[in-house]
Structures are given as structure tokens and as C-alpha cells.
């Protein structure tokens, strides 16, 4: 198992695996690494080398009282790639992770970024304020934070159940193992963590950040995405990052790298190649 220590101490679990083209991914809410082993192991059975950490205080990672933020989060995202000594590096960031990746381009600029890919992701704002009339009220984060408290564990299983992979449509086809997958990664992580980070993925705003982006830019993201709703994220950002190519897959839930992953690492490394 590989890991790595950052600037303040915190040990952050990594994969890496095939070489080629660097691929970096970042995580959504409240998983790890193990989200993106089906892009990893196509995108490396292609011809990339795919590296993914757990975020800190998720999954393997240690779990620091301290840092449970998006500035934090990029910063390690750069402790990876330098001590990696990645270049050229094509970041893929979902949900949250996509947020990540917008922070880290805002924070460290593109000197070791080729290219970048958003799935589902949070920026440019999901809580609604006066300049983001769309984006959605803070009691629908403060009723996360609610059931979070009261049983994380029954949180875990029913946003797993219902509307992270979209299983709460008519006709959904169900995976249990899926179900499971969620609960399981979402349960490793810091209980902390976890929660701080429920601020970090709603309140941040992403908006320069984006407007710094200069490498291509993929914006892939399902029209019946019930976590990250599209109007009010990739929409948006595909107007702020300049010249991004904006994918929508119809019917397409959050959970594209599962319900879409076909479709997904077909799209992935074509963009690599491109």
C-alpha cells in the first residue's frame, strides 16, 4: 500500500497503477479511491497511468481534525503530483473531487496539467446565495447535516439506495453490490471529515477558479443528475471555463462512473487521445 505524508502530517493512501499518459482522479462525497476503479483499470489496460488517493480523512487516508477543506484538499492533490512527479497529468474530478480539481488549477495554475475532465461536479456554487439565485437553499445542507449526526450510517445507506445512483426511479435496475460499495467506503470515512467536508462541497465557490482554467477542458455530467443538479454546475461552468467541451448523457444520474462507465471510459480516453 502506498502512501504519502503531507506538509501537516497527514498520511494519504494512493494507487497507482499501468504507465503512459497520467490520469489523476479525485473522489466524490463521501468515498475513495475504489470509485474510479473501473475508469482506472480500462483507462490502464489503454495505455495511461492512473493515479488515485484517497482524500484525507476518506477511506484509507488519516483522519486530521484540522483541514477538511477545499484549500486543503488541492494542496494535496499538488503534494501528490510533485512527490509523484507527474507531468502532463489529464485530472478527472467527480462531485466533490471536481471541485478539487477546480481549486487545485486555481491555487497552483496548469504547469503539470495537460488536460481536465469534471463528472457530475460540484463547482461553480451548489448553495444558493444573492449572486447564485440557482443553486439550492442551505437547509438542504443543513438537512444533510442533520441526518448525518443523527445516523450517519442510515444517511449512508439512503442516499446509496435512492438518488446517488438514481436507484429511486421507475424502473431503475437496482445493485445491491453498488449500494453496498457506497456504504462501505462511505463508512471508512473520518466521521469529522465527513461532515466538515458537506460545507466544502456546498459553500465553496468555484467561480475564479474556473475562470483560470487554460488546458482543454471536458465537462461530462447526466441531465437527471439528483445530487448535483446540471443547471446549476456544469451548465454554468462550461460558460466559465474557456472553450470546454461540455458532454450531457441523457437520463444520466450522479453515478456516472458506475450507472454510465461504458460510455464514460469510452469518452475518457478519447479525450486523453485527443
Partial sequence: MAFLTTRDDVSLYYKDWGSGTPVVFSHGWPLTADA??????????????CVAHDRRG????????????????????????????????????????????ARYIGRHGTERVAKAVLVGAVPPLMVKTDANPGG??????????????ADRAQFFLDVASGPFYGFNRPGAKVSEGLIRSWWTQGMMSGHKNAYDCISAFSETDFTEDLKKFDVPTLIV??????????????????????????????GGTHALADTSKDELNEDLLAFIRS
Avoid at 69 to 87: G, I, S, T, V
Avoid at 227 to 236: K, Q
Fill in 36 to 49: 474510479w476503479e473501473a475508469q482506472m483499470f480500462f483507462l490502464a489496460s489503454n495505455g495511461c497511468r
Fill in 58 to 101: 476518506h477511506g484509507r487516508s488519516s483522519q486530521p481534525w484540522h483541514g477538511n477543506d477545499m484549500d486543503a484538499y488541492a494542496d494535496d492533490l499538488a503534494e501528490l503530483l510533485k512527490a509523484l512527479d507527474l507531468r502532463d497529468v489529464v485530472l478527472v474530478g467527480h462531485s466533490t473531487g471536481g471541485g478539487e480539481v
Fill in 136 to 149: 439550492l437553499p442551505m437547509s438542504v445542507f443543513d438537512g444533510f447535516r442533520e441526518q448525518y449526526l
Fill in 221 to 250: 455530467h447526466g441531465d437527471d443528475d439528483q445530487i448535483v443538479p446540471i443547471d446549476n454546475s456544469a451548465l454554468l461552468s462550461a460558460k466559465l471555463v474557456k472553450d470546454a467541451t461540455l458532454k450531457v448523457y441523457p
